[in-house]
């Protein structure tokens, strides 16, 4: 079995700004599209706990996406949308993103997947919001679990698919 | 004639943040819809000596832009693009913003429309990008000329409409 790839998440000290970096070991070209095909990207987006539908789609320059997540009970339930202001397979990726706990909080993610050696990838998005405060209540909510155990579900498609 | 309502474009000391606050005569529906309706937009935006036309504008939420900028004697011409993540009139309007001269600069603007007393309003225009560095460029880049003529091409626009 293979070393897992870490998740980085930090938030910069000065900037309100959020940057995760993690490799995966597949192309920058499969990565890229299991976060803009829907059907990929519901099977690994978000905590295990969680399935998600999606309701919207358009994974384009100009484009808009909606999707809903919510757990076994039927307990929980969260809408999450935003716009694609660029898709540029397979390099770069830029959305925004809002979701129905704080619908008027908005951040902007720029993803770059830059290709590594033996056919790998790493990913570095940034995402920004307009002020420290908003920053902080995002990285206190709990989506550091969301985004790490999301990254293993994208590990194991991308080994499945292999 | 009337004392002209000054334009406020602030550089955050701290944040990569610029805020534009303006006033207007007219009330907020009026002024919301100036920024919504492409044959309204085309007529005010930007410096006196550009001509705009729009080539793409869908402005729901979740809908997109892009408009090009031309001077009279043809030796200018720039493409702007974004997407529209929010629209939610008369309140608030939240955009994606890129243009050609810097494509992977990419800023988040949310425009809050406030209602004053006598059918008067004041918009807040908060634009975050990823860098202090990104943001003073936008500051260097001559942007207060077009912001400043344009709103009083609007403030015009507003009064002959009246």
């Excluded at 293979?2 to 980085?8: A, D, E, F, Q």
């Excluded at 690994?44 to 997540?69: K, L, N």
Aim: aromatic letters at 10%; glycine letters at 8%.
């Amino acid at each position: 079995m293979k070393t897992r790839n870490p998740t980085r998440i930090e938030a910069d000290p000065d900037l309100p700004v959020i940057r995760i970096i993690r490799e995966f070991d597949a192309p920058r070209e499969r990565v890229f599209r299991a976060w803009t095909d829907p059907e990929l990207f519901v099977r690994w987006i978000g905590p295990r706990s969680i399935d998600t539908t999606v309701d919207v789609w358009d994974a384009r320059t100009g484009g808009e996406w909606r999707y809903t997540a919510r757990d076994g009970s039927g307990s929980f339930e969260m809408g999450f949308w935003g716009s694609f202001h660029e898709v540029r397979a397979p390099e770069r990726l830029v959305q925004t993103f809002s979701f129905e706990g704080a619908p008027d909080g908005v951040s902007l993610e720029a993803m770059a997947f830059e290709a590594l050696d033996d056919d790998r990838c790493r990913i570095v998005a940034t995402s920004v919001v307009e002020s420290i405060e908003l920053r902080d209540q995002i990285v206190a909510s709990g989506m550091d679990v969301g985004v790490v155990e999301g990254y293993e579900k994208l590990d194991a498609l991308l080994e499945s698919e292999a």
